[in-house]
């Protein structure tokens, strides 16, 4: 008979074994060490974590049950070769395998997987280097698990600061690369990470490694490079340079997506620029909104604004001040006067403008009075820089934000409720005021209809703004839990039917926005099948990321 299973996982992937299960976790414990497996046996381990200490084997912002989706394993591999020799392993059984950076991913499923049972591959554990800062280039090559952090304090530990600066989101905590793979922003001129990444190494499905752009073209053979492993070779002198390489620029099939592990990139960082203003724009009307967006695009095309600048509801700075106990009694949505007194409370606009001038001091000067210029045409609105508000004021915030220092500040809105668990609600706007107001009010409305305050924020890109709903609820309400399925559902059908889409989501609605992405047809899907299928045929990373399944998979049955 057979041997007694040493393993019992509390949930398994399906079509397989507890016996498959054990006979390849022994194999990885073998290659990796103990150390660096966790399996998820028992309900104990299943435990939400911080931000600061967060755990991998599901989501803590749960907005289904707690456990909904669920690992059987953690595991992280040591070097490229461990990932290599674990995606064949996979492969030989179909087992499914989720990879993460840092795991973090704070309101769009933290480190769980799209399907429960699945491997999670922490690729930020062991692998967390900065591999090169080039200064001459301005550019960084760097390993799944460099947080923004880490990556500011090696600069600052290296004398660099004076020389390049990162960009950073709102908190310091996500990874460099996992954050860029995901379509993140931030808030410097170098916002859009995505734009500014250059050079990706992956490991494809069939555990072969690919490298992309002109790192497909070999670095010249040196003695001292010879006998080098793929994965330790130097790079191609321009690999973080030039982005395209020739043919096929496949970069973008590895984002967001299911088509690899991507075990390096390269980011572009921006030279300190030689000089630096914070300010914020107070906007006392809740229509203001419409006004100021119009102000706003020409001075974003022109780049008069240098940045992402941010355009933030009331509700998202009180709530970094303050929950909501410490200014209403209220349990239901907050009323238009109870938002004004908070403004009037805190000295603010029930819209604030966030932005920045970068430069010495004759250029900062110039485009200042261009955009205190352009928003003066407004009644009432005040400007101010960071010397001008309290000691706790957003604005100092973000004034850190904004030059790429990392801060952890903005983590306090999500205790704007007991218990404050957070789902992201991501809509893309044109830079439109009636585009703007239209989509606020929309998303506003649902917020109150499910019982909720709206908390949110836009975040101005080059052409479009990313509209970032923060639902804040309590994960211990289970009828508050169940409004905001309704809610976020709700949303993503009524921004469809507006022709707005999202450009990033939680799990559990993937495929609900897949589904809205579907014309001609849903061509889009068809053919990200059809490349998942090509080169992924065990469907064996991420099944069901984004919403494109392997053929293994049925989409009838699995879509949520
Ligand atoms: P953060 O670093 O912000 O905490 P995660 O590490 O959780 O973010 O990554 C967010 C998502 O990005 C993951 O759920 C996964 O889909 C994708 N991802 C992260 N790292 C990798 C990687 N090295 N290879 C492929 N996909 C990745």
């Not at 044109?430 to 836009?458: H, N, P, S, W």
């Amino acid at each position: 008979s057979a041997p007694p299973l040493k393993f019992r996982p509390l949930v398994l992937p399906p079509k397989l074994t507890n016996g498959d299960f054990n006979e390849f976790i022994l194999d990885v414990i073998e290659l990796v060490g103990a150390e660096n497996v966790e399996i998820i046996t028992s309900k104990d381990q299943i435990q939400d974590g911080t931000y600061m200490n967060p755990k991998h084997s599901h989501d803590p912002h749960h907005i289904l049950e707690q456990d909904f989706f669920l690992a059987s394993a953690i595991v992280a591999p040591r070097n490229v070769g461990d990932v290599q020799f674990i995606v064949r392993l996979a492969n030989k059984i179909s087992f499914p395998l989720w990879p993460i950076s840092i795991g973090r991913n704070s309101g769009y499923g933290g480190a769980a997987p799209r399907v429960s049972g699945s491997i999670v591959v922490d690729m930020g554990k062991n692998l967390n280097k900065v591999l090169e800062v080039n200064v001459e280039g301005a550019y960084c090559l760097v390993e799944p698990g460099v947080t923004f952090h880490a990556l500011y304090d090696y600069l600052v530990a290296n004398n660099l600061q004076d020389k390049l600066w990162l960009d950073v989101p709102d908190l310091g905590g996500g990874s460099v690369l996992g954050n860029a793979t995901e379509r993140g922003v931030g808030y410097t001129p170098y916002g859009d990470h995505w734009m500014m990444h250059c050079g990706m190494e992956v490991v494809l499905p069939n555990g072969e490694l690919l490298r992309t752009g002109m790192g497909a073209l070999p670095d010249p053979k040196r003695p001292e490079t010879m006998g080098m492993k793929p994965e330790d070779q130097p790079w191609n002198k321009a690999a973080h340079l030039f982005p395209y390489g020739f043919g096929p620029y496949v970069d973008g099939i590895f984002s967001q997506s299911n088509m690899g592990i991507v075990t390096k990139l390269g980011m572009w960082l921006m030279p300190n620029p030689g000089g630096y203003q914070s300010y914020l724009i107070t906007l006392p009307k809740d229509d203001d909104l419409k006004q100021a967006v119009d102000i706003i695009r020409p001075l974003r095309l022109n780049m008069a604004l240098q940045n992402v600048p941010t355009i933030r509801h009331i509700l998202l700075d009180a709530a970094v001040l303050g929950n909501k106990a410490s200014y209403s009694s209220k349990t239901e949505p907050l009323s238009d006067e109870d938002l004004n007194k908070i403004a009037e409370k805190l000295n603010l606009g029930r819209w604030n403008f966030y932005g920045a001038l970068y430069g010495p001091e004759r250029i900062r000067n110039a485009l200042w009075e261009t955009i205190k210029e352009a928003f003066s045409v407004m009644p009432g609105v005040e400007f101010y820089f960071p010397e001008d508000t309290p000691k706790n004021s957003v604005l100092r915030v973000r004034d850190k934000t904004m030059q790429g220092i990392p801060t952890y500040d903005e983590l306090k809105w999500i205790d704007w409720l007991p218990n404050g668990a957070h789902l992201f609600f991501s809509p893309i706007a044109k830079v439109a005021g009636e585009d703007a107001m239209m989509q606020y009010r929309l998303t506003q409305r649902r917020c109150q209809e499910a019982g909720l305050d709206f908390i949110g924020t836009f975040t101005v890109g080059m052409r479009e703004m990313h509209h970032i709903v923060c639902i804040v609820f309590n994960k211990k309400d289970l009828t508050q839990k169940k409004k905001v399925q309704w809610l976020i559902r709700t949303l993503i059908e009524d921004c469809a039917a507006n022709g707005w889409g999202e450009y990033r989501t939680h799990l559990a609605v993937m495929d609900q926005i897949m589904g809205t992405y579907n014309w001609n047809n849903g061509s889009f899907l068809k053919f990200n099948e059809i490349l998942k299928n090509a080169v992924d045929p065990n469907g064996i990373i991420a099944p069901g990321k984004s919403g494109v399944w392997p053929k293994s998979y049925s989409q009838i049955a699995w879509k949520l």
